[in-house]
């Protein structure tokens, strides 16, 4: 064949070749689109329901932060298998923590990365000082890293709440089933005098006297009774609140009446020697295991979601957005919806944090971040009560202050192997403590314990005639104000106020859910507060000095970094020395209070839900209106066990 016709043959078969290379291509591009359009692969476009109705990211209840309150929820609502919980903590667990578990080494959490290390903004009336504010993040929350001090209150405090909000299942006698219902009382031949009647026995929280007894704590229980307090054996029962008794990790004391009584404060702590938080308690592997619940660790709701669309004109909490908490908003976000409701429980700062941050709060000031209005609530973040303190430092003279567990030489850190050894063979020993020697609960116009005062001048602030405005707690170690323990002798006398009248608030920074929101406690902003803690250092210089406390106390000890000179002092002196050194004992609460929906600045009803909103509720701290005159960690359990049988009682 000619070299030109050959050329023309091969130009033509190409172009053949190119005609049917371009018709397969067409065919196989036709099949494709066919494949999109017709799909059998159904979970490309939607997501498989279970045996029940719902989607695999859909849940009856979103249990909004793992702390104090939320394991108990998240225990107990899953006990209905169908009832179907998502469980979002932005911690982790705390159960391996060495310093969680141990109850002497609580203090080192601090400011570590399971704390949010919050700190209020200056305090004028308290010194200007920026106070320290730790909040776990942990599951169990600040059950996980607090003092572990097992003590509720007065009985008036509750029937007070009843009157509050309008609703008898608050006052003492229908409350108290709820403390029962989560003790585990464990006796012990100590303190014999304990009626086991009064106390659980079958829940989850071990609630019992420490196994080790610090020296100091009959010196200071006789004290107390020898300056006209009397002992009491339990404070946790109808009987009061009022008095002393000797801690060993735990106490309570209460006062009857005229007379203040004498007894120990019991811990949420196990026969062994470890702390029971909530996690420890409700989240057993038994409870994890339900294939109901699920729990996500690690992870930050940033945003309650809502559907303001709904024919009542009223929203409805649908779900919650969240994502990686160390990526802090940089990460991809996720959401989870909720069939029945949204179940807050983040504390008392980050609750009605996570609230405004969503949309509900006071309107004019959502408005100055930028904040959509979902509903106008003015008593967000309002109505802030916290616990004020004062660490009246003094040198002791027998050697029996525990500041050797913060070791600075050879003799202390054979004194702490010496204890740890002793933990971990039999859990026993001062490493089963929390430091708390023993605790005193009394009234500031008591004319027994306040003679030099007149008793008419200060307001009554308490939730009635038997009930306490002053706790009084001595503590087996001197911190100093670097908060490092002390170095050689020493110890510590802390006058608590109880019922303080300085309302303070939480409040945004930004619309950024990841910045800390600003915390003004408005510490000692009152007449009445100030001069009710000034009676409670008299009382504590009172009582170091009475027998046989007095037979410990170095009063011939004039270093100026301790308290010594406390006795020459006028009340005017003792007002700024208070004012200037003002601690918290981390008892926030009322930043969400319930009551009436005639009572203005009232967030929520008596069964915790939040008002104007359907499908969403809050349970934590910051529910309480007012604050108890004992310690805040039993309540909110307590709360969370009421709030469970509630649920499930309308569960359908």
Not at 7 to 15: E, I, K, M, Y
Not at 327 to 336: D, H, L, P, S, V
Not at 430 to 439: Q, W
Not at 609 to 625: E, F, K, Q, T, Y
Request: glycine fraction near 8%.
């Amino acid at each position: 064949m000619h070299f030109l016709d050959t050329l023309q043959l091969l130009r033509v078969n190409r172009s053949f070749a190119g005609v049917l290379s371009c018709i397969v291509a067409l065919i196989v591009i036709l099949k494709r689109r066919k494949r999109q359009q017709l799909i059998t692969d159904y979970s490309q476009v939607a997501r498989e329901l279970d045996s029940q109705g719902r989607e695999f990211d859909e849940y009856d209840y979103i249990v909004v932060g793992g702390g104090t309150a939320g394991c108990v929820l998240a225990c107990r609502l899953t006990e209905d298998p169908r009832i179907r919980v998502l469980l979002i903590e932005a911690g982790s667990s705390g159960k391996a923590l060495v310093a969680s578990r141990i109850p002497s080494a609580y203090k080192h959490l601090a400011r570590t990365t399971h704390d949010y290390k919050l700190s209020t903004l200056p305090q004028p009336h308290a010194g200007n000082q920026k106070i320290y504010w730790p909040r776990a993040r942990l599951l169990g929350g600040c059950s996980s890293m607090n003092a572990m001090m097992a003590h509720y209150g007065a009985p008036s405090d509750f029937d007070e709440f009843a009157e509050i909000v309008g609703d008898n299942s608050w006052c003492w006698e229908n409350f108290k089933q709820y403390f029962l219902k989560f003790e585990n009382y464990f006796p012990s031949l100590q303190f014999p005098d304990v009626d086991v009647s009064q106390r659980g026995s079958s829940g989850p929280m071990s609630i019992g006297y420490s196994a080790y007894t610090w020296k100091g704590s009959e010196m200071f229980i006789n004290a107390c009774i020898n300056t006209g307090m009397s002992f009491n054996p339990d404070f946790n029962t109808s009987n009061g609140t009022l008095g002393v008794n000797k801690v060993s990790a735990f106490y309570s004391l209460r006062v009857t009446r005229q007379t203040t009584d004498c007894s120990t404060l019991m811990m949420y702590t196990d026969r062994h020697g470890v702390r029971v938080s909530t996690e420890a308690a409700y989240l057993t592997p038994t409870v994890l295991a339900r294939p109901n619940l699920k729990v996500v660790t690690e992870a930050r709701v940033t945003k309650v979601l809502f559907d303001t669309s709904t024919r009542n004109g009223i929203p409805r909490a649908t779900g919650v957005e969240f994502s990686s908490f160390a990526q802090k908003g940089a990460g991809k976000r996720f959401r989870a919806r909720a069939r029945k409701e949204v179940i807050v429980c983040c504390g008392a700062v980050h609750t009605p944090q996570l609230l405004m941050v969503s949309g509900i709060g006071p309107g004019t000031h959502l408005t100055e971040h930028n904040i959509p209005v979902v509903v106008d609530h003015p008593g967000v973040g309002s109505n802030l009560y916290d616990h004020v303190t004062f660490h009246m430092r003094l040198a002791e003279k027998m050697g029996i202050s525990l500041g050797y567990l913060q070791p600075r030489d050879l003799h202390a850190k054979f004194k702490l192997w010496r204890d740890l050894l002793e933990y971990q063979l039999r859990g026993t020993g001062p490493l089963c403590s929390n430091f708390v020697g023993g605790v005193a609960f009394c009234r500031s116009n008591d004319p027994v314990l306040f003679p030099e005062y007149d008793h008419d001048e200060v307001q009554d602030s308490t939730s009635g005639p038997s009930s306490p405005d002053l706790e009084l707690v001595v503590t087996s170690v001197l911190i100093h104000p670097d908060r490092s323990l002390g170095i050689g002798k020493g110890y510590m006398l802390l006058p608590v106020l109880l019922r303080p009248t300085s309302v303070g608030t939480v409040r945004l920074k930004s619309a950024d859910p990841w910045e800390d929101p600003l915390i003004d406690p408005n510490y000692l902003s009152t007449q009445h507060d100030v001069d009710v803690l000034v009676r409670g250092v008299r009382l504590g210089y009172k009582i170091a000095h009475t027998p046989p406390l007095s037979d410990l106390t170095d009063s011939a000890n004039d270093d100026p970094n301790l308290d010594h000179r406390f006795g020459r002092l006028s009340d005017d002196e003792l007002r700024q020395i208070v004012r200037s050194r003002a601690e918290t004992l981390y008892h926030p609460v009322g930043t969400c209070a319930m009551g009436r929906e005639e009572v203005a600045g009232t967030v929520l009803d008596s069964q915790l839900r939040v008002r104007r909103v359907s499908g969403l509720r809050v349970c934590d701290a910051s529910i309480l209106p007012k604050l108890v005159s004992g310690h805040t960690a039993g309540v909110v359990i307590a709360a969370a066990e009421k709030l469970a049988d509630i649920i499930k009682a309308e569960y359908k």
